[in-house]
Antibody
Framework: QLQLQESGPGLVKPSETLSLTCTVS??????????WGWIRQPPGKGLEWIGS???????YYNPSLKSRVTISVDTSKNQFSLKLSSVTAADTAVYYC???????????????????WGQGTTVTVSS | EIVMTQSPATLSVSPGERATLSCRAS??????LAWYQQKPGQAPRLLIY???TRATGIPARFSGSGSGTEFTLTISSLQSEDFAVYYC???????????FGQGTKLEIK
């Protein structure tokens, strides 16, 4: 059974860079049928998509965060990572990593939703 | 950017009754819509994708409908474990963009 586990510092100072890693176990990150990514949830608020990555390294970012976000993949370690620069208190949130599956039928692509999630890790931005 | 609006913000329903949650997109997303359930302190759980297809292991009492801009999640007979926050998500331009609604809290009446 595939599992995702987030790891990284729980406290980051303002203006610094938030760095998190998601470790994939029970399956390979190099599968051609999945995208991987990050979503965050500020305290008491809703869900915000941060970005997505394919095992080949193709990335897609939320335009509202694009200038500060980098997502990368390390297939040798079965991990992918998030870096968010110049953080402020507004970046305080629970950060989740996720997997999204898809299939191809001829010219049609079918997406099956974000079906596996990590448990989430709380990151607080404070001096 | 496609904006997703869920209603109501809070829904109070008694166990055993039916719950109907709504989600509206600011422009058509075809059937590219998913529903997630989130309980306190837990990660979201995928319930529905493709507007109406139940994810693996999701009970039949959960059903989704709609297309274009109007979508509905129906829980036919509420169980105690169904009281949670529900989010809709559009993925019309996946993997380049996803947006969530603000959530509907389903509480016990």
């Amino acid at each position: 059974q595939l599992q995702l586990q987030e790891s990284g510092p729980g406290l980051v100072k303002p203006s610094e860079t938030l760095s998190l890693t998601c470790t994939v176990s029970g399956g390979s990150i190099s599968s051609s049928s999945y995208y991987w990514g990050w979503i965050r949830q500020p305290p008491g608020k809703g869900l915000e998509w941060i970005g997505s990555i394919y095992y080949s390294g193709s990335t897609y970012y939320n335009p509202s965060l694009k200038s500060r976000v980098t997502i990368s993949v390390d297939t040798s370690k079965n991990q992918f990572s998030l870096k968010l620069s110049s953080v402020t208190a507004a970046d305080t949130a629970v950060y989740y990593c996720w997997r999204g599956g898809y299939s191809i039928n001829g010219m049609l692509y079918y997406y099956y939703g974000m079906d596996v999630w990590g448990q989430g890790t709380t990151v607080t931005v404070s001096s | 950017e496609i904006v997703m609006t869920q209603s109501p913000a809070t829904l109070s329903v008694s166990p055993g009754e039916r719950a109907t949650l709504s989600c509206r997109a600011s422009q058509s997303v075809s059937s590219n819509l998913a529903w997630y359930q989130q309980k306190p302190g837990q990660a979201p759980r995928l319930l529905i994708y493709g507007a109406s297809t139940r994810a693996t292991g999701i009970p039949a009492r959960f059903s989704g409908s709609g297309s274009g801009t109007e979508f509905t999640l129906t829980i036919s007979s509420l169980q105690s474990e169904d009281f949670a926050v529900y989010y809709c998500q559009q993925y019309n331009n996946w993997p380049q963009m996803y947006t969530f609604g603000q959530g509907t809290k389903l509480e016990i009446k």
